[in-house]
């Protein structure tokens, strides 16, 4: 069983342009989170979907940045017009269904965004 | 205010040695779960330990330990045996069940461990 899967691993955009992150989750998992990871810091959650809906997007910028994670194919974090405080590095995360109540999350390996 | 607090400065401790990383939390849900990750400088994140609000024993996995203090709401790491390979930052998080199974974790900022052969 793969995985978590993001690509690309490394991004580089220039100011202005759009960045498009992708994740698919492990085999089985319907809910995909999102959290970015300033240098130095822990990780701060952006947003939660489950298959076609957003069902947490507490920690989403207002603007800029949009999710979706679409019936068919992966995951995609879209942060339009980016601007050098969005380098950071994206992680996403899966988990299955409900077990027990509580449900481990499984990280991917990170895509480091770089913005000139 | 903080949900979760990491204020130890780099740890270091010497090979074989054991070793505890505090982490304390804040919460009003009667119901949450406690996690430990490890980011090596590779940067993935790795899933260590589990502790539920409600279980009675200490949880435990392989060299890892955590003395969980419901009353103090303190969820420390104790690395037993340390290893090279145990240099990384070490995250502490918490999911909060009342809003939802499924819902967010919540991470510290981090400590950094140093493993000194």
């Known amino acids: 069983n793969a995985g978590v899967m993001q690509n690309p691993r490394h991004l580089v955009r220039r100011r202005g342009q759009e960045a498009r992150l992708r994740c698919s989750p492990m085999?089985?998992?319907?809910?995909v989170y999102w959290y970015r990871q300033l240098p130095e810091e822990g990780l701060k959650f952006m947003v939660y979907l489950q298959k076609e809906n957003i069902i947490d997007e507490s920690g989403m910028p207002k603007e800029r940045f949009s999710a979706e994670f679409p019936k068919e194919g992966p995951s995609i974090l879209r942060i339009q017009q980016v601007v050098r405080g969005d380098s950071a590095a994206y992680f996403c995360?899966?988990?299955?269904?409900?077990?027990?109540?509580?449900?481990?999350?499984?990280f991917g390996p990170g895509t480091r965004l770089t913005v000139l | 205010a903080q949900k979760i607090t990491q204020t130890q400065p780099g740890m270091f401790v010497q090979e074989k040695e054991a070793v505890t990383l505090d982490c304390t939390y804040d919460?009003?849900?009667?119901?949450?779960?406690l996690f430990w990750y490890k980011q090596p400088s590779s940067g993935e994140m790795i899933f260590l330990i589990y502790q539920g609000s409600y279980d009675q024993q200490n949880a435990t996995e392989g060299r890892y330990s955590l003395n969980f203090q419901k009353a103090r709401k303190s969820a420390n790491l104790v690395i037993s045996a340390s290893q090279l390979g145990d240099s990384a930052m070490y995250f502490c998080?918490?999911?909060?069940?009342?809003?939802?199974?499924?819902?967010?974790?919540?991470f510290g900022k981090g400590i950094t461990l140093s493993v000194r052969p």
């Open positions: 998080a918490m999911r909060e069940i009342s809003t939802g199974a499924n819902s967010k974790l919540t």
């Open positions: 085999k089985g998992h319907s809910h």
């Open positions: 995360a899966s988990s299955p269904n409900l077990r027990d109540g509580i449900n481990e999350q499984f």
């Open positions: 919460t009003s849900d009667p119901s949450y779960g």
